[in-house]
């Protein structure tokens, strides 16, 4: 049975958004919205019914069992040390970014969906892959119960194997992507309908 938690978001951008929205869609609840940009801070902020703070001791004074850093990877630790409390489990949201970024707290874990997310695109299903990791087994009790608020496939994954994965990923998705671009040049060329290979 899943529990219900309160968690804050620092960050705004399309993963904040999915993570915000589908979150609460689940029964959490979140508390605050963490951003540098004020306006983009209070449209999510507003979306989800919650409040916009730009000042790390509201969000450390809050009664929440995590505080989700859903910013650029080269942040991640830097927002890291200025949400970090005492009694908060700090989760970022990066395949490429060890753990041990979140050292500065006492509790600290991963929720990495492998997936591509667009604010304005988001996937309304639940079969998004889902790597976690944490600190420690109590913690990851904590993370795994927030990942399965959006996600039927969830796995642990520790540094190594979410850095191979998101190079997988990556290779992957461009690589597709690129093959695709040609086929499409080749049918123009040829002038022959593009649609039959999509």
């Given at each position: 049975k ?9 960050g ?5 958004w999915?993570?915000?929205?589908r979150l609460?869609?689940?029964?959490h609840?979140?508390l605050a ?5 004020k306006?983009k ?8 019914n919650?409040?916009v ?9 809050l009664q929440?069992e995590?505080?989700?850093?859903a910013?650029a990877d ?24 060890e753990i ?7 509790a ?7 997936y591509?997310?667009?604010k ?13 990791d ?13 990942a399965h608020?959006?996600?039927d ?30 086929d499409?040049?080749i ?6 309908p593009?649609?039959?290979l999509?």
């Open positions: 899943r529990l219900i938690m309160k968690f804050s978001i620092a705004t951008g399309n993963m904040a999915f993570l915000a929205h609460i869609m689940s029964g609840q979140c919205v963490f951003g540098r940009d306006a801070a209070e449209e999510l902020a507003t979306s989800v919650s409040t703070t730009s000042d790390p001791s509201d969000i450390k004074r929440q995590a505080v989700i850093l910013v080269h942040a991640i630790g830097e927002v890291a040390a200025a949400l970090a409390s005492k009694n908060t489990v700090l989760i970022h949201t990066s395949g490429a970014t041990s970024v979140l050292e500065v707290s006492q600290y874990g991963v929720i990495w969906p492998v591509s997310i667009l304005h695109q988001m996937p309304r299903h639940r079969d998004i892959p889902c790597g976690i944490a600190s420690d087994a109590h913690t990851l009790s904590i993370v795994r119960n927030l608020g959006f996600s496939n969830v796995f642990e994954a520790d540094d190594l194997q979410r850095q191979w994965l998101h190079l997988a990923a990556v290779i992957g998705n461009n690589f597709v992507n690129h093959l695709m671009a040609i499409e040049m049918c123009d060329n040829q002038s022959l593009f649609s039959v999509q």
